[in-house]
């Protein structure tokens, strides 16, 4: 009997199927409660219309190259200095993907010598960026600025002489929840940090003109946030922002970001009209924290707890129940999915129910009543 090459992989994904952690693609069907797509830009008029209008202007489609060749573009340079303006920050710089933008960042800035101390529940793509690069790196407890100090702390006792980097999320994409900013920046200038904030769930969503949870702290010179393109945007790609040498020394050294075809300058442009878009339209956020607060009423009456935000997960722990009620959901014409480990810890599996404007109320009250049905029955 020949073996596979992939016997491997094939015992990998078996393993899986066994734990019911097995993923698959399956097509978008029923009403919306799983996408980013916050604002409810992406398939909009609105973002149809400037696509158009920059297709009508000859902007091309493909880059044709690398930035560092022939594929920088007039409208990325247009996107990254309006993005510098409205995010309040010296420079900004515009990747392909946030995936690519995290990994680039971590990978790239902080240096042998120095310490990242991540939030535990960082994105994959801040994990993957920090294995990459050359600095030490630990984990402290979510949202616990004590345990970031502490951590520094313990790290300078031990001769730590380099710099030290705080890594969080703004608001995290599986709990709902908000990092405590505030207090974080404290802790970044009592040990002379540099704070790098992924604003990717908030940018959009909350802060004069969409400019996100960190805005308060915009124009410091320890501060680096990134902005995605694809959830409240409606676009693709991500923009980092913080002080000109930021930007400069990831064209420099940053390689995903040397190394990779630029993004589409017409993808630079439609990010560039989509922010303009949002701070022009309050409203649309405004619309969204009110489907927000009712969604959150429907679910307090199922004795769910509240997030604060528009990402609602429900914690239901067991991997089977969890995609058992995810189905039935699915059946009855609501998409909302299923998250299973190692996406959030174990033990944790639950449905990531997302408050976008692409429902209405009489929507949520129809999926807040077939979810209580549901979870009776599994």
Known sequence: ???????????????????????????????????????????????????????????????GGSRL???NHDEHEALEAHAARHYGSEAALFFPTGFAANAALFATLPQRGDLI?????????????????R?????????????????I?????????????????????????????????KVADRHDAIL?????????????????LAHRLAGRDNLVTLHTCGKALGCEGALLCGPQIVRDFLINRGRPFIFSTAPSPLMAWLVHQALEI???????????????????????????????????PVVIGDNKRTMRIAGALQEAGFDIRGIRPPTVPHGSARLR????????????????????????AA
């Open 1 to 63: 009997m020949v073996t596979s090459p992939f016997a491997a992989h094939h015992a990998d994904l078996a393993g899986l199927a066994t734990e019911n952690r097995r993923r698959a693609l399956s097509p978008r069907a029923g009403v919306d409660f799983a996408s980013n797509d916050y604002l409810g830009l992406a398939n909009s008029y609105l973002l149809n219309e400037a696509l158009a209008e920059g297709l009508r202007r000859g902007i091309p489609a493909g880059s």
């Open 69 to 71: 060749l022939r594929g």
């Open 117 to 133: 101390v991540h939030d535990a529940l960082i994105h994959a793509s801040a994990h993957d960026g920090m294995k990459l690069g």
């Open 135 to 151: 600095a030490e790196r630990a984990s402290a407890l979510h949202n616990d600025p004590q345990a970031f100090d502490d951590a």
């Open 153 to 185: 702390a313990a790290w300078r006792a031990r001769g730590g002489k380099g710099t030290a980097w705080i890594a969080v999320e703004s608001l995290y994409s599986m709990d709902g929840d908000r990092a405590p900013l505030a207090a974080l920046a």
């Open 196 to 212: 790098v904030v992924d604003e990717a769930h908030a940018t959009g969503v909350y802060g004069p003109a969409g400019q996100g």
């Open 278 to 312: 949002v701070a022009n339209a309050p409203e649309r956020a405004a619309h969204l924290h009110a489907l927000v607060a009712h969604a959150e009423t429907r679910l307090a009456a199922l004795g769910l707890p509240a997030s604060r935000s528009q990402i609602l």
């Open 353 to 376: 129910i997302a408050i976008t404007l692409n429902v209405t109320e009489a929507d949520i009250d129809r999926m807040a009543d077939t979810l209580a049905a549901s979870m009776a």
